[in-house]
């Protein structure tokens, strides 16, 4: 960790919820014991359960001993820098709150520093900032920092109006709008690849790229988040930030430096580019019963707490194109849905074909096959790169090889987006956060689909979502550029193709 003060206290609204266990407490951890944050991080949970901290550090202790950490070391921690505070969820005022966090604060000798860390359902983000606000813990001796999990909002109306409510209170560099995906190496790592390599930066705009592909694949169905995902749907719940994200990283111009609000306003500028999307460039779809890895998944419609007559979107597919002089002209494919094949977050490039066939007179009868760039984010995360090469002998026979790097050979086990991102709220570091218009601005995109949304069409589980001729038609085919090339590393090796055939 870089040299500073990083004294602080953590404090977790919702401090026993799921978040806090699966991600928050072990993400915490994990920088504690990793990357020497040591003592300077006190946790305070914060939760309408009737918990003291002995309890609080008891059930800490057991999300920390299943994640894989020792009993001995945890205990010794948790006893020192665990402690919890109830507030019932009718609480009018947070008055109570804010003289622990003081008592705390004089106990453990901390300067002021507080990371506040909204993990609560979307409909009591408002409450609990107003809250805060009239608390005054908007303010500190040290800093203070608002850590706000998605949906932001949901639609560009009430994210305005979130973003409003959030400014009367804090200031935008304190707060931190946080998407897990952004915390993933690999995503990172698209701001170095492009901009690090000239070899494939000069090739990144229209003249060389025919297509690019987003897609982001889950096994899983809802599980038990029915009632939220009845009122989301896929487009609000993944599309409108997950995949939008990726895409601006993708589509961005170089940042003038690299820093926070230089990489950001390159980004809010990718999505105000966004031509307005026609209703039959995007396609919803929502899964039947099918199969996974040989077992038996059932329909949406058969998931506890949905409608049996749900037309609730658990599939997207959306044709965007981003009207700047880069790319004008360039389709991006979005693709995202539960109950496919398998999990998958990929980016697909297809570069355009030479402008003349020279092995067999015309182009459409050469054979020839795009050379294609495959940037996978999860899992097995690292980079294929497609191309064309004279096989052995006669006749003339071109076939078509791979070269691929792996992150995991390179450099073992990458860190879990929670704690890069965590890591990055105390470090006072906002370049992988989502700033307030660019929120906005993400909304405004995909307002008018979800004010008149269409059918969905159903799919089996366990297939790429709908086979229709709609969907074809929005998605520019059936078959997607990243299962192509995995059917074709599948098989006994690349069939080489005869331009002379």
């Given amino acids: 960790m870089a040299p500073g003060d990083h004294r602080h206290l953590f404090v977790i609204f919702g401090g026993t919820g799921d978040l806090a266990r699966r991600k928050l407490i072990p993400s915490i951890y994990r920088l504690i014991t990793e990357d020497g944050l040591g003592d300077d991080c006190v946790i305070l949970g914060v939760g309408s359960g009737d918990l003291d901290d002995d309890e609080y550090r008891s059930w800490t202790r057991e999300v920390l001993v299943e994640a894989g950490f020792p009993q001995r070391e945890v205990s010794s921690w948790s006893d020192r820098n665990v402690h919890f505070q109830r507030v019932p969820r009718d609480a009018d005022s947070l008055d109570e709150l804010s003289e622990r966090i003081a008592t705390i604060e004089d106990e453990h000798g901390l300067p002021g520093n507080r990371v506040f860390y909204l993990a609560l359902p979307p409909a009591v983000f408002p409450s609990t900032m107003?809250?805060?606000?009239?608390?005054?813990?908007?303010?500190?001796?040290?800093?203070?920092?608002?850590?706000?999990?998605?949906?932001?909002?949901?639609?560009?109306?009430?994210?305005?109006?979130?973003?409003?409510?959030?400014?009367?209170?804090?200031?935008?560099?304190?707060?931190?709008?946080?998407?897990?995906?952004?915390?993933?190496?690999?995503?990172?790592?698209?701001?170095?690849?492009?901009?690090?390599?000239?070899?494939?930066?000069n090739v990144w705009n229209r003249d060389r790229i025919e297509s690019i592909e987003i897609t982001v694949a889950e096994e899983l169905g809802i599980g038990d988040r029915a009632g939220y995902y009845e009122?989301?749907?896929?487009?609000?719940?993944?599309?409108?930030?997950?995949?939008?994200?990726?895409?601006?990283?993708?589509?961005?111009?170089?940042?003038?430096?690299?820093?926070?609000?230089?990489?950001?306003?390159?980004?809010?500028?990718?999505?105000?580019?966004?031509?307005?999307?026609?209703?039959?460039?995007?396609?919803?779809?929502?899964?039947?019963?099918?199969?996974?890895?040989?077992?038996?998944?059932?329909?949406?419609?058969?998931?506890?707490?949905?409608?049996?007559?749900?037309?609730?979107?658990?599939?997207?597919?959306?044709?965007?194109?981003?009207?700047?002089?880069?790319?004008?002209?360039?389709?991006?494919?979005?693709?995202?849905?539960?109950?496919?094949?398998?999990?998958?977050?990929?980016?697909?490039?297809?570069?355009?074909?030479?402008?003349?066939?020279?092995?067999?007179?015309?182009?459409?009868?050469?054979?020839?096959?795009?050379?294609?760039?495959?940037?996978?984010?999860?899992?097995?995360?690292?980079?294929?790169?497609?191309?064309?090469?004279?096989?052995?002998?006669?006749?003339?026979?071109?076939?078509?090889?791979?070269?691929?790097?792996?992150?995991?050979?390179?450099?073992?086990?990458?860190?879990?987006?929670?704690?890069?991102?965590?890591?990055?709220?105390?470090?006072?570091?906002?370049?992988?956060?989502?700033r307030g218009d660019e929120a906005e601005a993400s909304w405004r995109v995909y307002d008018d689909l979800l004010d008149h949304p269409c059918e969905p069409y159903p799919y089996v589980g366990g297939t790429w979502g709908p086979a229709t001729l709609d969907a074809s038609l929005a998605l520019g085919g059936t078959e997607w550029t990243g299962e192509r090339e995995r059917a074709r590393d599948a098989g006994d090796g690349t069939a080489p193709i005869d331009p002379r055939s």
């Avoid at 908007?138 to 706000?148: C, D, F, K, Q, Y």
């Avoid at 190496?185 to 930066?201: C, G, K, S």
């Avoid at 790097?405 to 073992?412: C, I, R, T």
């Fill in 130 to 201: 107003t809250r805060l606000g009239e608390a005054g813990l908007h303010e500190s001796p040290g800093w203070a920092r608002l850590v706000v999990e998605k949906p932001f909002g949901s639609d560009q109306a009430s994210a305005s109006a979130l973003n409003e409510l959030v400014h009367r209170w804090f200031d935008e560099e304190q707060v931190y709008r946080i998407d897990h995906y952004l915390g993933k190496e690999t995503v990172q790592n698209l701001l170095t690849f492009r901009f690090a390599n000239p070899l494939f930066e």
């Fill in 231 to 434: 009122s989301a749907g896929a487009l609000r719940d993944m599309v409108q930030n997950h995949l939008t994200q990726v895409l601006t990283l993708v589509a961005m111009e170089p940042p003038v430096s690299f820093n926070a609000n230089q990489i950001r306003n390159e980004k809010v500028k990718v999505i105000e580019a966004i031509a307005p999307i026609a209703e039959e460039s995007i396609v919803f779809g929502q899964y039947e019963a099918g199969t996974i890895d040989g077992e038996g998944v059932r329909a949406y419609r058969a998931e506890d707490g949905v409608d049996e007559a749900s037309k609730t979107p658990t599939f997207v597919g959306v044709r965007l194109e981003v009207d700047t002089w880069r790319w004008q002209g360039v389709p991006f494919y979005l693709r995202t849905g539960k109950r496919l094949p398998r999990r998958l977050t990929e980016i697909a490039v297809t570069f355009r074909q030479p402008p003349l066939c020279i092995f067999h007179g015309h182009r459409d009868s050469c054979g020839i096959e795009p050379n294609v760039l495959l940037i996978t984010l999860q899992p097995d995360e690292g980079f294929t790169l497609r191309f064309n090469v004279k096989a052995p002998g006669e006749p003339l026979t071109i076939d078509s090889q791979a070269l691929r790097f792996s992150h995991d050979d390179a450099y073992g086990e990458l860190p879990d987006a929670y704690q890069a991102l965590i890591l990055d709220v105390i470090e006072g570091d906002q370049t992988l956060f989502v």
